[in-house]
Nanobody, 122 residues
């Protein structure tokens, strides 16, 4: 599975941004997907994920209510909608994928994109 993120930008605090992750490859539509982020000098952290059908999602507790993950399997694309952005959301955002036989949440992934930069100014 190949993953390409897009949509990163510089945005003011309080603004919104939608990131996209286009997946390609034989098992792209049968993969659970996740979003992660890594801020400068910090470890990578999980943002959340979505099952292969899109019916099941999970989010980091600190992001619930502000971030929403969705997918369009016809386009093999997963989205991360981010609202109420804060300067502490500044990070490189990565999407990840893992083939899943069942429609369940997966928290460990084996395919990764290159990342897209999100910068939130105060």
């Amino acid at each position: 599975v190949q993953l390409v993120e897009s949509g990163g930008a510089l945005v003011q605090a309080g603004g919104s941004l939608r990131l996209s992750c286009a997946a390609s490859g034989r098992t792209a539509s049968m993969s659970a997907m996740g979003w992660f982020r890594q801020a400068p000098g910090k470890d990578r952290e999980s943002v959340g994920g979505i099952s292969r059908s899109g019916l099941n999602t999970y989010y980091a507790d600190s992001l619930k209510g502000r971030f929403t993950i969705s997918r369009d399997n016809a386009k093999n694309t997963v989205y991360l909608q981010m609202n109420g952005l804060k300067p502490e959301d500044t990070a490189v955002y990565y999407c990840a994928a893992r083939y899943s036989l069942y429609d369940v949440i997966i928290r460990e992934y084996n395919y990764w994109g290159q990342g897209t930069q999100v910068t939130v100014s105060s």
